[in-house]
């Protein structure tokens, strides 16, 4: 056989010898790069475990919210960024009601307090209410066409505030699908919101640094909470005390204040934090609260005294939280994709729940207290079961 050499001259001999200058190009090839001999053989190695018991995959893109019924402990309703909602139940092969009707992203979800109702709202500026026993659309309220970014229930009956981007916080009565009110004041953005435990008083939280409290009666803003020694920010997140004394506030400042609903001022400052709080969560049991920032810590405070008690450290920022009934442990959603179990007496992470792909946005607890559902950017909604902790 004859081969050509590097001149382009026959050669008769078997083999070529190539120099130096004969390579074009080299590829560095780093050997931990290259598969194991086993995972070629098996193709469904895992890398990380899956600790949900049930997923729910209804949806078609990110989700964003979720809400747990107060009454039935297998219903969950969530929405997300594919302008769908979903009333599906915990283990359940049906795929459960879709909340058609939205034309943008549904941003919030919300059961009534007698489990009666769920309202969703979405960035179309639409809400609509639906009756969880028949599964069926209600009403549907509407604002001024601009998105609601929250959405809240009265604690003894059927009416609804909802947070709007057009700056304005809107009331309906959901049983006689009427317009109520509309509380203008603030001049960006309502982020936060809620009735007071008795009732009696609204407060919301906006975009322009401001909290502000209301009279649900007349529309009337009883106080405007700005400026300092308030935050230098958009509030974040909002809580309120179960005797309706005291708002606390989440900020993207950093900061976290606690306001007397019935004077409009600032009584505790809480500055532990180093960037943007994202969640707050008042202790039902103990006179705590848990904060989450991006600054990847949940603060648990001891209120009594305006001090950090312990400190949660996580691996990214902390997205969402939830006391787990009314027992000493919290759940947090993490932008790393994890849910994590926190004992708030000692600062110890007890567990480590992996599912999620992508970043956690919401988190809920069942009525029965058995089962975390959490929603994330992957598309996808996760039971972990929480029994143990209860």
């Known amino acids: 056989m004859s081969v050509q050499d590097v001149d382009g ?15 074009i190009q080299e590829i560095p090839i780093d050997e931990e790069d290259l598969p194991d001999r ?36 297998s219903l969950v309703a969530t929405g997300g960024k594919d302008d769908r909602g979903f009333l599906w139940k915990i283990g359940s092969a049906d795929p459960g009601l879709e909340l058609q009707g939205h034309r943008d992203t549904v941003s919030t979800v919300a059961f009534s307090s007698d489990g009666q109702l769920l309202a969703s709202g979405g960035l179309d500026g639409v809400v609509h209410v639906w009756d969880t026993s028949l599964g069926s659309l209600k009403c549907t309220l509407e604002g001024s066409g601009e998105g609601f970014e929250w959405l809240k229930w009265h604690p003894r009956g059927h009416l609804i505030i909802g947070g709007s981007e057009d700056s304005n916080v809107w009331m309906w009565n959901a049983d006689k699908s009427a317009w109520l009110n509309t509380f203008s004041g603030h001049s960006s953005s309502v982020t936060c919101g809620s009735f007071t435990p008795d009732g009696k008083i609204i407060c919301t939280g906006s975009d322009d640094a401001s909290l502000r409290i209301w009279n649900p009666r007349t529309g009337e803003s009883i106080h405007v909470v700005r400026g300092h020694p308030y935050h230098t920010d958009g ?77 949660c450290d996580h691996e990214e920022g902390v997205t969402c939280q939830s006391w787990l009934g009314t027992s000493q ?26 599912g999620h792909a992508d970043t956690i946005q919401s988190l809920d607890t069942s ?3 058995n089962s975390l559902v959490s929603v994330s950017s992957d598309g996808t909604a996760r039971i972990f079961k929480i029994s143990e902790f209860r």
């Open 329 to 354: 442990y919290v759940a947090t959603g993490c932008v790393d994709g994890k849910v994590r179990i926190w004992d708030s007496l000692s600062g110890n992470c007890l567990r480590t729940f992996s």
């Open 235 to 311: 509030l974040t997140c909002l809580s309120i005390t179960s005797d309706s004394t005291i708002a606390m506030t989440g900020s993207k400042d950093s900061s976290v204040h606690m306001v007397n609903i019935t004077t409009g001022r600032v009584v505790s400052s809480l500055n532990a934090h180093s960037d943007s709080v994202e969640c707050i969560g008042l202790s039902p049991s103990f006179t705590w609260a848990a904060t989450g920032g991006m600054d990847q810590k949940l603060l648990i405070w001891d209120l009594q005294h305006s001090a950090v008690r312990c400190t």
């Open 367 to 369: 009525a029965d207290g």
């Open 38 to 73: 086993d995972d070629e053989m098996d193709p469904d190695v895992d890398d990380e475990a899956d600790d949900s018991v049930y997923i729910f995959k209804g949806h078609l893109d990110e989700l964003y919210t979720v809400a747990c019924s107060p009454t039935d402990a």
């Open 9 to 23: 001259n026959s050669s008769d001999e078997g083999e070529v010898f190539l120099d130096d200058e004969d390579i």
